[in-house]
C-alpha cells in the first residue's frame, strides 16, 4: 500500500523535495523495511495476545508415544498455543504495506497465507478445544482432511503461477517464459553465454509436471515445518533462516541484471517475494523473543502451516525448489525420519529405528539437552543456508 501510494504520487514528491522517497522503489530497502516492520508487529501484540490465549485458557498439553518424553515435557503443560495468528498477522500486515499489492505473485502470497492461516487455526481450535478433545484425543484435523486442503492450495497456485503468472507481463522472449516453467538443478546452468548474449539452457516442466512439482513442495514444506514444530524456538529460528535465504534469492530471480550472470532462472516480477520473505524473518524473529526457552508461547499450526506453506510458495515461483531441500535440509531430516520410522514399524511390527519421530525428540531422549538440540539445528540450517547459496557459484 505505501509503495502503490509512492507510486501514485512520485512526481509530486519529487517536485516538492520529497526525493529523498525513491527508496521505495527499491525491493532491497522495503525487504529490509519488512524485517523491521513484522519484528516490531510482533513485539507489540504479543503479551496482549498471550494474556488473550491464557484468558481462552488456549493452552496446549502435549503427549507423545513415549512415557519418558511425557515425562520429559510435563512441564510445557498449559503453554499457550495458537501463538502463530502473531507471524500471520504480522506478515500480512507487513506484506500489505510495503509490498506492491498491484503483483500477481504478492496476491497470490496473500492467498497462501490466509488459507494456511484459516486451516491451521482450525486444526489448533479442534486440538484444544473440540468435543475431540473431551474425549481424551488431541486429535485436530485428521491428516488426510489437511492434506487435501493443503493440495488443493497447491493446486490453485501452480495453475495461476504456470498459466497466469508470466502472461502478466509484456511480451517476453520465449527464453523468460521458459525459465519460468524451468526443472532448475542446483550446480547446473539455466543460462550460457557464448560471449555476445545469454542463452537459456533448462528443462522446460509441463503443465502436470509443473503441478506435480508443486503440490509436493508446498503441501510438504508445509508439513515439514509443522513437524519439526516440537520444541521451544525450533522451528522458528529455523524459519528465520530459511526466509533470509530465500529473501536473498528471490531479490536475485526477479533482477535480470543480477540473475543472468548467477545463470539462474530470471523470474520477472517475482523480486515483490523478497519483500514478502523479509516479514517471514521480521515476524520469526520477533516470535523468538517469546518462544525461545522457555517459551511464554507455541505458535500451534496456525503458525508452522503458514511458514512453511509460504517458503514452498516463494521456491516454485522462483524456480528454486531444489534449493528448498538443502535450505531446509532439518525440515526433510525431521520429515524423514517420522516416515523411516512409521515405515520400520510397519515393516518389524513394531521395531524403531529412533528412540522416537520427529528425529530432534530421539535427540532429546538420548541425552542432549533441549537448548542444545535447538541451538545446533540452528547451526546445521545456517550452515545449509550457506551450501545453497553458495551453491549458486559453483556451476
Not at 35 to 56: D, E, G, H, M
Request: net charge neutral.
Amino acid at each position: 500500500m505505501i509503495f502503490n501510494l509512492y507510486e501514485l504520487f512520485q512526481n509530486w514528491l519529487d517536485n516538492h523535495g520529497l526525493g529523498f522517497f525513491r527508496v521505495l522503489g527499491y525491493v532491497s530497502f522495503r525487504a529490509i523495511a519488512a524485517i523491521i516492520l513484522s519484528f516490531l508487529i510482533v513485539i507489540v501484540i504479543a503479551r496482549p495476545t498471550i494474556r488473550w490465549l491464557i484468558k481462552q485458557k488456549i493452552g496446549d498439553n502435549p503427549q507423545f508415544y513415549h512415557e519418558d518424553l511425557n515425562q520429559i515435557m510435563k512441564q510445557k503443560a498449559n503453554t499457550p498455543t495458537m501463538g502463530g495468528i502473531m507471524i500471520s498477522l504480522s506478515i500480512l500486515i507487513s506484506t500489505l504495506l510495503l509490498a506492491d499489492l498491484g503483483s500477481f505473485y504478492v496476491i497470490m502470497a496473500l492467498l497462501c497465507i490466509a488459507w494456511l492461516s484459516i486451516l491451521g487455526m482450525i486444526d489448533d481450535w479442534l486440538k484444544l478445544t473440540s468435543a475431540r478433545r473431551s474425549i481424551g484425543s488431541r486429535e485436530g484435523l485428521k491428516f488426510w482432511e489437511k492434506f487435501v486442503c493443503q493440495v488443493a492450495l497447491a493446486v490453485v497456485l501452480g495453475i495461476f503461477i504456470h498459466h497466469h503468472g508470466i502472461h502478466k507481463i509484456e511480451p517476453q522472449a520465449q527464453e523468460i517464459r521458459d525459465m519460468s516453467h524451468s526443472l532448475t538443478l542446483p550446480f547446473s546452468k539455466s543460462w550460457t553465454f557464448d560471449g555476445e548474449r545469454y542463452i537459456s539452457n533448462v528443462i522446460v516442466l509441463g503443465t502436470w509436471q509443473f503441478l506435480l512439482l508443486a503440490v509436493i513442495v508446498i503441501a510438504g514444506s508445509s508439513n515439514a515445518v509443522n513437524l519439526t514444530d516440537g520444541m521451544d524456538g525450533l522451528a522458528t529460528g529455523i524459519s528465520a533462516i530459511c526466509a533470509a535465504a530465500f529473501l536473498a534469492l528471490a531479490f536475485i530471480a526477479g533482477d535480470g541484471v543480477i540473475a543472468k550472470p548467477l545463470l539462474v532462472p530470471f523470474i520477472p516480477l517475482s523480486g515483490e517475494l523478497a519483500v514478502v520473505a523479509g516479514a517471514m524473518v521480521g515476524s520469526c524473529l520477533g516470535f523468538l523473543w517469546f518462544n525461545c526457552n522457555p517459551a511464554q508461547v507455541f505458535m500451534g499450526d496456525i503458525g508452522s502451516l503458514t511458514l512453511g506453506g509460504l517458503l514452498g510458495y516463494i521456491a516454485v515461483v522462483i524456480r528454486q525448489e531444489f534449493l528448498l531441500f538443502i535450505i531446509g535440509g532439518i525440515f526433510v531430516a525431521e520429515t524423514l525420519s517420522v516416515m523411516l520410522q512409521i515405515g520400520y514399524f510397519r515393516l518389524t511390527g513394531g521395531g524403531r529405528l529412533f528412540k522416537c519421530a520427529p528425529i530432534h525428540h530421539h535427540f532429546h531422549l538420548v541425552g542432549w539437552t533441549e537448548q542444545q538440540v535447538v541451538v545446533r539445528f540452528w547451526l546445521l540450517s545456517a550452515i545449509f543456508a550457506v551450501v545453497a547459496l553458495g551453491s549458486l557459484k559453483l556451476r
